[in-house]
């Protein structure tokens, strides 16, 4: 079957730095993606990690183990622009189907 | 360049009545998506359509119906709205028909907020 698990709120301050765990498991896994959505909106693609290791785009990063089915998200230099719902979704199996998870609302205060 | 457009916005339904949500997207994509979102439950994916003329359940299909009517429109059809359908629903598409480059960009519409009494 499968399964994704990631915290389901997390709250931190403006310019701190804060990390949101993804694990997941499912089968004929290619690779994880992270959306954001703020309150009211639509899902935005945020990153995609093929493979093993970090890919960095501007504020955020996103960190892939393979091996461990693990996988993180890193918002770096908080704004309260960044207080939003973020996903991580593995992507699995036949045609681009991307599964869900429940998603962390992160909340980011003063 | 709208992107990924959904209508309506807001539909009211009553129990047994049916309705259609309509999707189309400019950006000349293959794959098209259904999902649903409620709170505490993330998205859930209802029906996808890998390319034209072709459609696949996902992982909530029970009650919807779907038509892939050409390669810019995907519809979602409730046939008999029950409020366990009260939901929001979005509809994506992405550019890649395999798995590979693109494959994961998902660009979603702005969502369609429905509510069965």
């Known amino acids: 079957g499968q399964s994704l698990e990631q915290p389901s709120e997390v709250t931190a301050v403006e310019g701190a730095i804060v990390q949101i765990n993804c694990t997941y498991q499912?089968?004929?896994?290619?690779?994880l993606s992270w959306y954001q959505q703020h309150d009211g909106g639509a899902p935005t693609f945020l990153s995609y990690n093929a493979l093993d290791g970090l890919e960095e785009t501007g504020r955020f990063s996103s960190f892939l183990s393979r091996s461990d089915s693990y996988g993180y998200l890193l918002l770096q230099e908080l704004q309260m622009k960044d207080s939003a719902s973020y996903f991580c979704a593995p992507f699995s199996g036949g045609y681009n189907k991307l599964i869900f998870g429940a998603g962390t609302r992160l909340a980011v205060h003063p | 360049n709208a992107g990924v457009t959904q209508t309506p916005k807001f539909q009211v339904l009553k129990t047994g009545q049916s309705m259609t949500l309509q999707c189309a997207q400019d950006m000349n994509h293959n794959s098209m998506y259904w999902y649903r979102q409620d709170p505490g439950m993330g998205l859930r994916l209802i029906y996808y359509s890998a390319s034209e003329g072709t459609t696949d359940k996902g992982e909530v299909p029970n009650g919807y119906n779907v038509s892939r009517l050409n390669k810019r429109e995907f519809s979602l059809r409730l046939e008999s709205a029950a409020p366990s359908q009260t939901s929001v629903y979005f509809c994506?598409?992405?550019?890649?028909?395999?798995?590979?480059?693109?494959?994961?960009?998902?660009?979603f519409g702005a969502g369609s907020r429905l509510t069965v009494l």
């Open positions: 994506a598409s992405s550019e890649a028909r395999h798995r590979g480059s693109g494959a994961n960009v998902l660009t």
């Open positions: 499912t089968s004929g896994f290619y690779g």
